[in-house]
């Protein structure tokens, strides 16, 4: 069956523009998680979902950072403003059951470059 | 807050050594999940442990879980080329917050 699957795969924009990184999950995962993974680092959690709500956002760096997931299923991480810093692949992830218990499957990543 | 270490952060084999990866956590753990993501790709699930002690083994690769849940380790038998990537473990504390902190990954380079 189909994975989770990110759009753009790469996403190039500049210093201040805003940006939008969506994320399909497999059907039916009712967990959805954002992560951040620098070169040489490991995810770094942003934000996660359990259907439409932010269950927990205490990863998310500061408020230029948002994320939706409106209808429990499709998920938007939206970056205002953005800085070179926020340079780096963003990784979504989703998974069923209990959260924290179980397997995460990721989908290929967005990697964004702030130029 | 939690803290989730691994060593090496890269380490160097010759096709048919051994390798091994050490994760541990400041926090007592109330799982253990082991990641590999292959240069290029992203991170894909390997095992989760659970008890404290546990040992699970996958063909060439044994993951153990500390009797005090704050460690683990992953083992990988007579390397081969295609187990070339970085394994990161990820665990979250006992009565802390469900999302699993991820470490910094060991990469494995595995030299024909």
């Known amino acids: 069956g189909a994975g989770v699957s990110q759009t753009p795969s790469n996403k190039v924009t500049e210093k201040g523009k805003y940006v939008e990184l969506r994320c399909d999950p497999i059907?039916?995962?009712?967990?959805l998680y954002w992560y951040r993974q620098s070169l040489g680092q490991g995810p770094e959690f942003l934000i996660y979902?359990?259907?439409?709500?932010?269950?927990?956002d205490s990863g998310l760096p500061n408020d230029r950072f948002f994320a939706v997931r409106p209808e429990g299923s499709v998920s938007t991480l939206k970056i205002q403003r953005t800085e070179r810093g926020d340079s780096a692949m963003y990784l979504c992830?989703?998974?069923?059951?209990?959260?924290?218990?179980?397997?995460?499957?990721f989908g290929p990543g967005t990697r964004l470059t702030v130029l | 807050g939690q803290q989730v270490m691994q060593i090496p952060q890269y380490q160097h084999v010759q096709e048919g050594e051994d390798f091994t990866t050490y994760c541990n956590s400041s926090?007592?753990?109330?799982?253990i999940q082991w990641y590999k993501q292959r240069p290029g790709g992203h991170p894909v699930f390997l095992i989760q442990?659970?008890?404290?002690?546990e040992v699970k083994k996958q063909k060439r690769l044994t993951f153990q879980f500390g009797e005090a849940k704050k460690n683990s380790s992953l083992h990988i038998t007579a390397t081969q080329t295609t187990d070339v990537g970085t394994y990161f473990c990820?665990?979250?504390?006992?009565?802390?917050?469900?999302?699993?902190?991820f470490g910094r990954g060991t990469s494995l380079i595995v030299h024909p």
């Open positions: 990820a665990g979250h504390a006992s009565g802390g917050s469900y999302i699993p902190t």
């Open positions: 992830a989703s998974s069923s059951g209990r959260v924290g218990y179980n397997e995460q499957f």
């Open positions: 926090t007592t753990l109330s799982n």
């Open positions: 059907s039916g995962h009712t967990a």
């Open positions: 979902f359990q259907g439409t709500g932010a269950a927990d």
């Open positions: 442990l659970v008890k404290s002690g």
